[in-house]
C-alpha cells in the first residue's frame, strides 16, 4: 500500500505549485527502430536461455511530459515501451512497459528527488511479471565538472505463473562523472549493493555490482558523433541451495559495451553497438557468454 501512497504524492503535489510555473512545452518523444544479433538468448530474470544465436527486429518509444520544470521543482511523467522480435525463437520476444514519475527539489546545491515506476513485462506473448519501484535520490555538483549522485530504491516483484520467484529487493548505491569537452564528453565510475528476498528461498540472494563508462565525443561537441564504452562486474552470493544442482548456486558476471552514435541530422542519428557478457555460474542456465550486436535508427522529437 506504501508504494501506492507515494506515486499519489508525487502526483497531487502539481497543485501545490503556481500555474506560472506550468511548462508550455514540456513534451519529448524518442522512437527506435532496429536489429539485433544475438549469439546466445537468454532471460535472466527466470533464468532461461538458448545457445544458439538468432536475430531479432527491436522496436521503441519513450514519452516524457515535464509540466513542471522551475529552479526550486520538477515534475516528469514518462512512458516507455520496447518490444523485440526474434526470427527463429519467438518465445524470446520481450515486450516491456514502464511507467514513471518523478519529482524533485533543491535544498542548497543538492537536488533531492523521488521517482516511483509500475513495470509490466511480457515474454513470447505472455505475461511474465509485474514490478514497483520507489527510488529516492539525492545528486549535485560536488566540484566544477564532477557530478554525484546517490539513491536507495526498492522494488516489488510479482510474476505471472513462477509465484516463487515473487520478491522484494533493495539497493543503495551511488555514481560519480567528470564531464570534459565542455560537457560533451565524460567518464563515470558507479556501485550499489543489492539483496533480494523471494518466495522460493532458493532465488534469495546478496550482492554487488561496480562499473565504469566513457562517453568520446568525435566531433562537433554534443551534437556530434560520439563513442561510449561500458564496463561492469557483477557478483552474487544465494542464501539457500539450489535443489536442480544439490549446492548453493555461486555467480558472477562481467559486461563490457561499445555504442557509436552518429547524427544524421537534426532529428534523426544512427547508433551501432557491440556487447559482450561472460556469466559464470555453477547453475547451468546461468552460465554462458554473449555475443550481442546491434544496429538501429532514432528519432528525437
Known sequence: MKKFTVARLLVCSTFFVPASAIAQD???????????????????????????????????????????DTDSFELEFGYDFGQSV??????????????????STRIG?????????????RLGGDGLFDMHTVTP????????GLFARAFYTYNDKDFATLDGRDATGNQVGASL??????????????GRWEDEDTVDPQFDY?????????????????????????????????????PSIGEIRTED?????????????????????????????????????????NAGILFEL
Open 177 to 190: 562523472f567528470k564531464f570534459f569537452a565542455d560537457n560533451a564528453g565524460f567518464v563515470s565510475i558507479s
Open 137 to 144: 535520490s539525492v545528486s549535485g555538483f560536488v566540484a566544477d
Open 253 to 293: 558476471r562481467f559486461r563490457g559495451d561499445v555504442e557509436l552514435t552518429v547524427p544524421i541530422s537534426e532529428r534523426f542519428s544512427v547508433e551501432v553497438g557491440y556487447r559482450y557478457t561472460d556469466r559464470n555460474s555453477n547453475l547451468p542456465s546461468a552460465d554462458y557468454t554473449e555475443n550481442r550486436l
Open 109 to 121: 546545491g543538492a537536488r533531492v528527488g523521488a521517482r516511483y515506476a509500475f513495470s509490466h513485462f
Open 86 to 103: 526474434y526470427l527463429d525463437f519467438d518465445e524470446f520476444n520481450l515486450q516491456s512497459h514502464v511507467a514513471d514519475v518523478n519529482a
Open 26 to 68: 514540456g513534451f519529448s518523444l524518442e522512437l527506435e527502430a532496429g536489429t539485433i544479433y544475438d549469439s546466445q538468448l537468454v532471460v535472466d530474470e527466470i533464468d532461461v536461455e538458448q545457445a544458439e544465436g538468432d536475430v531479432a527486429f527491436r522496436f521503441g518509444a519513450d514519452v516524457e511530459y515535464q509540466p513542471v
Open 206 to 242: 546478496s550482492g554487488f555490482v561496480v562499473g565504469a563508462d566513457l562517453r568520446v565525443p568525435i566531433a562537433g561537441g554534443r551534437d556530434g558523433p560520439r563513442l561510449q564504452f561500458g564496463v561492469d562486474y557483477r557478483d552474487r552470493d544465494y542464501d539457500s541451495i539450489t
